[in-house]
């Protein structure tokens, strides 16, 4: 069983910056390519970020594109989100998750992700 966990959410002026984390249990964290997803209220969850099992590939949401940027650290079995030049469309609720198949290919979808965290809230103010 793989158990995700995000943090680092928090309110921030429209402007601002913040970086969420997402710690992954087990040992096979490197295999899997992991994504961003959000869920603003009133709205149906989205796509943010995507990197590869290596890090070597990432593919964003136009909406963050060049604001937003995914990273990971495989040895911490951690996946980041650094947030830059926040708006107040980006409040939402952030979620991580794991692609559902070892070293699969790029995926925006949901239905290709298997494991989610509880999400962490991201509230930015005008």
């Known amino acids: 069983q793989v158990q995700l966990v995000e943090s680092g959410g928090g309110l921030v002026q429209a402007g601002g910056s913040l970086r969420l984390s997402c710690a992954a249990s087990?040992?096979?964290?490197?295999?899997?390519?992991m994504g961003w997803f959000r869920q603003a209220p009133g709205k149906e969850r989205e796509f943010v970020a995507r990197?590869?099992?290596?890090?070597?590939?990432?593919y964003y949401a136009d909406s963050v594109k060049g604001r937003f940027t995914i990273s990971r650290e495989n040895a911490k079995n951690t996946v980041y989100l650094l947030m830059n030049s926040l708006k107040p469309e980006d409040t939402a609720v952030y979620y991580c998750?794991?692609?559902?198949?070892?070293?699969?290919?790029?995926?925006?979808?949901?239905?290709?992700?298997?494991?989610w965290g509880q999400g962490t809230q991201v509230t930015v103010s005008s």
């Open positions: 998750a794991r692609d559902s198949k070892p070293w699969g290919t790029s995926s925006k979808y949901e239905s290709d992700y298997d494991y």
């Open positions: 087990g040992r096979t964290f490197s295999s899997y390519a």
């Open positions: 990197i590869s099992a290596t890090g070597g590939s990432t």
